[in-house]
């Protein structure tokens, strides 16, 4: 990371916040860092991912023009963490190319997800 910046994070801003933050801290597990009334911060591998209101639901999933971008998590087994995921209410569909393996799926308010197989492709070289 370049030597000026101290942390990365993503702020999303969603309409129903009260099931997004369900949705990140119990769907996904993620680690809450702080919770306040207006904004909840998850831990989101080595950076944060802020999750505050006032943003704008999609009926699902949002189109690149009304969000363009997808929140990527890079897991081991992404037919592993599909099926949790499935088995805890979220559609997930399964897709190969030869860069890899995706799983996408959206939050409650129409934003784009995806699990990604860690070692697949170019990030088979990257140690973490």
């Not at 979220?90 to 070692?119: I, M, Y």
Request: with cysteine.
């Amino acid at each position: 990371m370049a030597d000026w910046i101290e942390q990365t994070g993503l702020v999303l801003f969603v309409e129903d916040y009260a099931s997004c933050v369900k949705f990140y801290r119990e769907t996904l597990g993620l680690i809450v860092f702080a919770d306040q009334s207006f904004l909840t911060v998850f831990r989101f591998g080595s950076g944060y991912l802020m999750v505050e209101p006032n943003g704008v639901a999609g009926t699902s999933p949002k189109s690149h023009a009304q969000s363009p971008v997808t929140l990527r998590f890079n897991v081991a087994d992404v037919e592993r963490e599909a099926a949790r995921l499935r088995s805890l209410g979220t559609a997930v569909s399964v897709e190969q190319f030869e860069w890899g393996t995706v799983g996408k799926f959206v939050d409650p308010d129409g934003n784009r997800c995806e699990l990604r197989n860690h070692f697949d492709g170019f990030f088979a070289s990257v140690k973490t």
